[in-house]
C-alpha cells in the first residue's frame, strides 16, 4: 500500500484529471437513473397481495384506481368530462354510473343503495381505473393530465387515489431535494471549521466526498431505478459515514509532516490509512449489506447503494482526497486558526479514575432503553407520513368524511362462476362488518340490464381476461386490525365460491407489508449483528471484544430507538427496520477506532488506567469531530423534509449519532478497563502491536 500511496502523490494531478473525466459519465447516470415513490412496490412476488395485482394487470390491464368526486355539477355536465377522460393516455377505464343508467333517470328512481355509492349530497363519484403501476411515469403523467381536463372544465372537484397522492409527494420532494445536501454541506461545513484548525480542509474534504457521492449515485444507473427514500438519504448518510476516513487521513498527514516531506508523509498516511480503516470500513458495508436479506426489496435497494457508497468513499479517499490536499496544501496551511473542541485530558482522567460508576450508569439504561424500543409504535400507512395540506390528502381526507371511504378492496374471481353464485357472495359480503358498499355487474347492473345487452366498453369495467371485477369500499382504515379482520372475513367468503380467487388493494398490500417488516426487523437486526461480531472478532483476533463492542453500540440504538415511546412519537416502519442496521454500520468505527488505540497502548504501557486515559485523550476529538459531522449531515434534512419517512429517519440517524458517541466515550472505555483480564484471556497478542 505504501508504493500506491506514493504513486497517488507523485501523479496527484492525474489523479484529479482521472477523477474530473470519471465524474461526467457519473452526472449523466445521475440525471438517467429513475426514483420509485411507491413503496408498496418492493412487496416480494410471493406475497399473495401483489399475486392478485398481477392477476388484475394482466386481466383488466390496471390495478390504480383514483377516485374523483365533483362538488355540484350536473350529470350532463359530469358526461362531457368523462368522454375527454377516457381519451387519456393511461385511463383504462371510467367507472360512471351514467355509463350504464341513462341521465333521463333521475336519482330518486335509483335504487337508494346505487344512488348513495354515487351521490352524497351535492357530490357526485367517479371511479378512474389506471393503466400501469402505481408510481410509473405513464400513470403519473395521465394523473396530471385528468387534473388538466378537470381544470379547464371549472367545475369543483376532488381527486385522490395512490398515484395522485404520489404525483402530489413528487412534487414535495422535488422542491426540497437540492435542499437536503446542501444543508448537509452547510451545517457539516460548519461543524468541520469549528472542530479542525485550517479553514480550508472541510472544503477539501466536501470536494473528495463529493467525487464519492457523485460516483455513488451516477453508478445507480445500472440498478435500473431507486427508491425516494433511498435518493433523499444516501448522499447524506455517505457523506456523515465516509467523513470519518478522511479525517483520520488528515490527521495522520500532518502527524506525518513533522518527520518528512509532504510526498512522503501523503505516501504512509495513505497506507496506514488504508490499514486502520479497512475493518471500520467493512462492519460498515457488512451493515448495510444485511438490509439485502429483507424481503422487502426495498432493503435491498437502501443497502446496496449504502455499502456501494462506502466502498467508493474509502477508493476517493485513499485517491482523490490526498491528490486535492497535496495540491492545495499551501492553501490549508495559510488559513488556521485555534479549534473550540477541548483538549480531553480532564475528561478522561474522570471517567478512567472509577470506571465502576459509568459501567452501572450503562446497565440502569438498558431496562429503560430496552422497554422503550420494544413499545415504541411505528405506522405503515402510506398518506399518514404525508404532508396533510397535499392537494391529493385533503382531498383523500374529504371523502373519507362524505363517503366514509377509508379503503377499497380490488376482487377477481372467475369469470365462470354462475351469476346467482356471484351474487349470493356479494349479499354475503356486504354483511362483513365495515363493508359500506359493492360494485359489482350482478349488483349494479345484472337488475337492470342483461349482460349481453351490455355495451362492450362498458362490460370491460367487470369482465376480462377470465375473471370478473368486484370493487369493496370499506369504512376501516387501511393498517388497521378492524381491516385486517375485516379482509379475512371477505377472503373466505369469495374462496367458498372460487378457491382462486384474488383481492388486492392498498389495505391488502399493506396488510403483507406489515406482515413482511416484522419479520424482516427480526432478521435484519440479528443478521448484521452476527456479520458484525465476526469482522470484529477476525480484525482483533478476540472472542470477548466483538461483544464488548457490539453491546455497547446495540445499547445506544435502544435508546435511539426507545426515545419515541416516551415522547409519545409515532415512527414510519421503515425507520424501525433500517435505523439498527445503519446506526450499527456508521458508529461502529468509533468504538473500533478506541478499541485500536487502547490496545496500542497497553503494548507500551502495564497501567491499563493510563493506557485508556492516553487512548480516550488522543481519540476523543475525532469521534467528537466525526459524530458532530454526522449530525450535521443528517439533522438538517430532519428539520426541512415535510415527508416524514424521510425527516423520521434522518432525524433518528442525527440522534443515534450523537447516543452512541456518548456511549462510546464514557461506557465504553470503563467497560473495557473493567472486562480488560478478560479480553487479555480471550484475545490473541492482546498487548502486543
Known amino acids: 500500500m505504501y508504493q500506491f500511496g506514493r504513486w497517488v502523490s507523485k501523479h496527484r494531478v492525474l489523479v484529479m484529471v482521472i477523477a474530473i473525466i470519471l465524474a461526467i459519465p457519473s452526472i449523466f447516470g445521475l440525471g438517467y437513473t429513475r426514483t420509485n415513490y411507491d413503496i408498496l412496490a418492493y412487496l416480494p412476488d410471493d406475497a399473495e397481495s401483489v399475486q392478485g395485482l398481477k392477476v388484475m394487470d394482466q386481466a383488466f390491464g390496471s390495478t390504480g384506481i383514483g377516485m374523483l368526486v365533483f362538488e355540484n355539477v350536473p350529470d350532463k355536465e359530469i358526461d362531457k368530462v368523462v368522454e375527454k377522460i377516457k381519451q387519456v393516455d393511461g385511463v383504462g377505464s371510467v367507472l360512471w354510473l351514467r355509463d350504464l343508467v341513462d341521465n333521463v333517470i333521475p336519482v330518486e328512481m335509483l335504487p337508494d343503495d346505487l344512488a348513495e355509492m354515487v351521490y352524497r349530497g351535492e357530490d357526485t363519484l367517479i371511479v378512474i381505473n389506471l393503466e400501469g403501476s402505481t408510481a410509473e411515469d405513464r400513470t403519473l403523467a395521465a394523473v396530471n393530465s385528468i387534473e388538466q381536463i378537470v381544470d379547464e372544465s371549472k367545475h369543483e372537484y376532488k381527486f385522490s387515489g395512490l398515484s395522485p397522492v404520489i404525483s402530489d409527494m413528487i412534487d414535495v420532494a422535488n422542491s426540497e431535494k437540492g435542499l437536503y445536501i446542501l444543508l448537509a454541506v452547510v451545517l457539516s461545513t460548519i461543524v468541520l471549521a469549528f472542530a479542525l484548525k485550517s479553514v480550508f480542509i472541510p472544503v477539501i474534504f466536501l470536494i473528495g466526498i463529493g467525487f464519492g457521492i457523485l460516483y455513488n449515485m451516477g453508478t445507480n444507473y445500472f440498478l435500473g431505478e431507486i427508491s425516494y427514500i433511498t435518493k433523499a438519504i444516501a448522499a447524506v448518510l455517505q457523506l456523515g459515514v465516509t467523513m470519518d476516513f478522511s479525517i483520520f487521513l488528515f490527521h495522520r498527514y500532518e502527524e506525518e509532516r513533522e518527520s518528512y516531506d509532504h510526498i512522503e508523509a501523503m505516501a504512509r498516511a495513505i497506507k496506514y490509512t488504508a490499514t486502520s480503516v479497512s475493518a471500520a470500513a467493512l462492519t460498515t458495508v457488512a451493515s448495510f449489506l444485511a438490509l439485502i436479506s429483507m424481503k422487502l426489496t426495498l432493503g435491498q435497494d437502501i443497502g446496496i447503494v449504502m455499502a456501494k457508497g462506502v466502498l467508493l468513499g474509502v477508493i476517493c479517499t485513499l485517491t482523490i482526497l490526498p491528490s486535492l490536499i497535496l495540491i492545495f496544501d499551501p492553501l490549508i496551511h495559510r488559513f488556521q486558526h485555534k479549534t473550540i473542541l477541548p483538549e480531553f485530558d480532564k475528561f478522561s482522567d474522570m471517567i478512567t479514575k472509577k470506571p465502576i460508576i459509568m459501567v452501572l450508569i450503562g446497565l440502569m439504561l438498558v431496562i429503560p432503553a430496552v422497554y422503550g424500543q420494544i413499545h415504541t409504535e411505528v405506522y405503515y400507512k402510506v398518506d399518514r407520513g404525508l404532508p396533510q395540506d397535499m392537494k391529493s390528502i385533503v382531498a383523500l381526507n374529504e371523502m373519507k368524511d362524505v363517503y366514509d371511504m377509508q379503503a377499497t378492496h380490488l376482487v377477481a374471481i372467475n369469470e365462470n362462476v354462475s351469476e346467482s353464485d356471484t351474487k349470493e357472495m356479494i349479499n354475503r359480503i356486504k354483511k362483513v362488518p365495515g363493508v359500506n358498499w359493492i360494485i359489482g355487474y350482478e349488483d349494479i347492473v345484472g337488475p337492470m340490464l342483461p349482460k349481453e345487452m351490455l355495451p362492450e366498453e362498458a362490460k370491460e369495467v367487470f369482465f376480462n381476461g377470465g375473471y370478473e371485477r368486484v370493487f369493496i369500499n370499506s369504512s376501516y382504515a387501511v393498517a388497521t386490525d378492524e381491516v385486517a379482520k375485516q379482509m379475512k372475513e371477505i377472503r373466505d367468503i369469495m374462496r367458498e365460491y372460487d378457491k382462486d380467487a384474488y383481492m388486492t388493494g392498498e389495505a391488502s398490500l399493506t396488510n403483507d407489508l406489515i406482515s413482511i417488516s416484522d419479520i424482516d426487523f427480526k432478521n435484519v437486526n440479528i443478521l448484521s449483528v452476527l456479520i458484525v461480531l465476526v469482522i470484529i472478532a477476525i480484525s482483533f483476533k478476540s472472542i470477548s471484544l466483538p461483544i464488548i463492542l457490539v453491546g455497547v453500540i446495540e445499547l445506544a440504538i435502544s435508546c435511539n430507538m426507545g426515545i419515541p415511546a416516551y415522547t409519545g412519537t409515532v415512527i414510519c416502519f421503515i425507520s424501525s427496520i433500517v435505523i439498527g442496521c445503519v446506526q450499527l454500520g ?104
Open 586 to 689: 456508521s458508529t461502529v468505527d468509533y468504538a473500533i477506532l478506541l478499541t485500536s488505540r487502547f490496545k496500542e497502548e497497553l503494548a507500551t504501557t502495564e497501567d491499563k488506567k493510563e493506557a485508556m486515559r492516553i487512548a480516550l485523550s488522543s481519540t476523543a476529538k475525532s469521534i467528537v469531530t466525526s459524530a458532530l459531522s454526522f449530525f450535521g449531515a443528517t439533522v438538517g434534512v430532519a428539520m426541512i423534509s415535510r415527508i416524514d419517512i424521510i425527516s423520521s429517519l434522518t432525524g433518528m440517524m442525527a440522534r443515534g449519532a450523537l447516543i452512541s458517541m456518548a456511549m462510546i466515550l464514557c461506557i465504553l472505555p470503563s467497560v473495557l478497563l473493567i472486562c480488560e483480564p478478560l479480553i487479555r484471556k480471550t484475545t490473541f497478542k492482546w498487548c502486543e502491536n
